[in-house]
């Protein structure tokens, strides 16, 4: 069994947990690190790179570079922003990047990790015939649940069952491209299960159900209208192959199994409610508040993976059938790694506001359609988790709210709600939407958009390159986002 990727996800988590412990005595605050007024937009070109490189280098050195060379690629980057930052700032930078990693990274990869996992291991079989009907139920289903399962749990769980059902098919990308829109994007927008920004948005305050009320109109609207779209293109490409389901001689009926999964899954889902229903109190590492409620989410996440592998081993038939190797969630792991690192500097200059080296951007930024199209569009580039944050951090700075008022503002009527506080909530909307939705314009706006393309490669899929997919995305999604703006944020 290949134990490496657990390995260092369990290294992690006792290194966390480690420091958490043995710094404790230190007892610092959260005013430690470098302040963004501090830092000229020099050194963001890091993150630049990276993104660059993740957008360039598969184009033109290698397709498969992200898998055989992405943790280098983002080990090199990383390195080349932290050696002058920490020489430049010394405590200060070592604080950023301390907080970076225990507060931000190591949740979202280890959920991502353990929807992953857990998904992997409940296999639909059955004779599945990739007709219109059946690919467009595909999607609805997958946009359903994934707000649920997370988008990466409902994308692993369905993108094999669709590969298979079309393995027939002449025409495919249209399925894998409208599969990403959809089931590994849009369909997330309901929880912070769904999405990696709205997990990480509920790490910093934002109730579990908030976003279940204030983005399901969004949702729906461009749901329904990219699901009729796609029944629409698939339809005719289906005729235009001649409009015939092959006949292989079998009719097996269709059947799940695995199911016991979905326990380990309610499971990773009860860890993450508990996490934010309950305040156990914290701890310090060199300033930066480590909760122990969010500790003891990340040990249940873990332990649900583990129990999932333990029960439909990585080895076993199921997970073989299933097609389930490590190699997409590594290659996510380590990429990341180095966009939250090389990202800090954008982080603390954008919360500086006014004050900081994009005053103009930011004093620019005043209605929420601003707010949804500079957050989507840099989603769509630098990664929508860690891009939310920032506009989040944006908001509260622009309007001098702090953390500790955003679950109170969120969960009060909007008509008792002061006009700043009903600003913020129309903003966060804003932000929340344009996150979620436009990871769907590029391979690296979320997460899972990388793991379906490895997966639809690896079954012989021929994928559209970085840009060739934006073509895609900007003819489908843009007027849609147009439509959204319209409807929603005037």
Not at 14 to 40: C, N, P, R, W, Y
Not at 269 to 275: E, N, P, Q, R, T
Not at 317 to 335: G, T
Not at 407 to 433: G, R
Request: charged share 10%.
């Amino acid at each position: 069994m290949k134990f490496k990727f657990i390995s260092c996800l369990i290294l992690c988590l006792i290194l966390a947990f480690t420091l958490t412990v043995s710094m404790e005595a230190f007892g610092a605050d959260d005013s430690l690190g470098v302040k963004g007024e501090q830092l000229s937009l020099w050194w963001v070109l890091p993150f630049v790179g990276i993104l660059l490189s993740i957008a360039i280098f598969p184009l033109v050195l290698d397709s498969h570079f992200l898998v055989h060379h992405g943790g280098k690629m983002s080990l090199a980057w990383g390195l080349i922003f932290a050696v002058p930052y920490l020489i430049a700032f010394q405590g200060e930078a070592f604080y950023d990047i301390l907080h970076i990693y225990l507060l931000d990274y190591i949740p979202f990869i280890i959920l991502l990790w353990g929807l992953f996992t857990v998904a992997g291991g409940i296999l639909v079989r059955g004779t599945l015939r990739g007709t219109p009907i059946v690919n467009t139920l595909l999607l609805l289903f997958g946009t359903i649940i994934a707000s649920w399962v997370g988008t990466t749990g409902a994308s692993m769980l369905l993108i094999r069952p669709l590969i298979r059902a079309n393995a027939y098919r002449k025409n495919k990308v249209h399925l894998i491209v409208f599969f990403i829109f959809l089931v590994s994007n849009i369909g997330g927008s309901l929880t912070p299960i769904g999405d990696p920004p709205l997990f990480l948005g509920f790490l910093r305050g934002v109730p579990f159900f908030w976003t279940t009320t204030a983005l399901l109109p969004h949702m729906l609207l461009i749901s329904v209208i990219l699901i009729a779209l796609f029944f629409v293109i698939d339809t005719f490409m289906f005729k235009r192959e001649g409009g015939v389901v092959p006949d292989d001689g079998t009719n097996e009926p269709i059947r799940i199994e695995g199911l016991f999964n979905l326990v380990f899954l309610l499971g990773i889902i009860g860890a993450v409610l508990m996490s934010g229903s309950f305040k156990w109190g914290d701890v310090n590492v060199l300033g930066v508040h480590v909760y122990w409620q969010n500790i003891a989410r990340e040990i249940l996440i873990v332990a649900m993976g583990l129990l999932s592998l333990k029960y439909t081993p990585f080895r076993g038939e199921l997970r073989q059938s299933n097609e389930f190797s490590w190699e997409p969630i590594e290659e996510v792991a380590k990429v990341f790694a180095g966009i939250f690192i090389t990202i800090i500097p954008a982080l603390a200059i954008l919360k500086a506001g006014e004050k900081g080296a994009l005053a103009g951007l930011i004093g620019a930024m005043q209605q929420p359609y601003h707010y949804f199209w500079i957050t989507g569009i840099l989603s769509s580039f630098l990664d929508n988790a860690p891009t939310y944050l920032t506009f989040f951090n944006t908001a509260l700075g622009k309007l001098e709210l702090t953390e500790t008022l955003v679950p109170v503002i969120l969960s009060t009527p909007m008509d008792s709600l002061s006009e700043s506080h009903k600003i913020f909530v129309d903003l966060l909307t804003a932000i929340s939407v344009g996150s979620v939705f436009m990871g769907a314009n590029t391979y690296i706006g979320n997460a899972p958009n990388f793991m379906v393309k490895a997966i639809a490669e690896q079954s012989g899929i021929r994928m559209p390159s970085f840009f060739g997919y934006m073509l895609w995305s900007v003819a489908i999604l843009f007027p849609l986002f147009v439509v959204v703006t319209l409807v929603f944020l005037r």
